[in-house]
């Protein structure tokens, strides 16, 4: 089976590594002072044309923004809505490159399908 040998890049600020950056700039830390942070969360060893590969990316990215967006104290309300600001921004971001990841993925797993009885004009 053929997969796509990558990383997935968070930023709170390309698909040379997929990457959160594109919600980067909206993700910004909540005195807008500084850059924002990264990181990178590797999927190489996991197959995106099935659900459970995607299911454990979802699981690695999840992980690596609550990293970048660290929980609040409940005693700080303005920073509470920060921190969810920042990971609804980081999930939006990432989310169009994630589906084109596993489109990919998915695509490259059919075309590695040898044909069927269907495929080869048979019923």
Not at 56 to 84: N, Q, S, Y
Not at 104 to 109: D, E, G, K, T, V
Request: hydrophobic fraction near 50%.
């Amino acid at each position: 089976m053929t997969r796509i040998r990558s990383t997935v890049a968070l930023a709170l600020g390309g698909l040379c590594a997929l990457a959160l950056a594109a919600g980067a700039a909206r993700a910004q830390p909540a005195d807008g002072l500084g850059p924002a942070p990264q990181a990178r969360v590797a999927f190489a060893d996991l197959n995106l044309a099935t659900a459970q590969g995607r299911t454990r990316l979802d699981a690695r990215v999840t992980a690596a923004i609550a990293r970048i967006c660290p929980d609040a104290g409940v005693r700080d309300l303005a920073r509470v809505h920060a921190v969810e600001a920042c990971r609804a921004a980081a999930r939006s971001g990432v989310q169009p490159q994630l589906a084109a990841a596993a489109s990919r993925a998915q695509a490259l797993a059919r075309a590695a399908e040898p044909p069927g009885p269907r495929a080869a004009g048979q019923n």
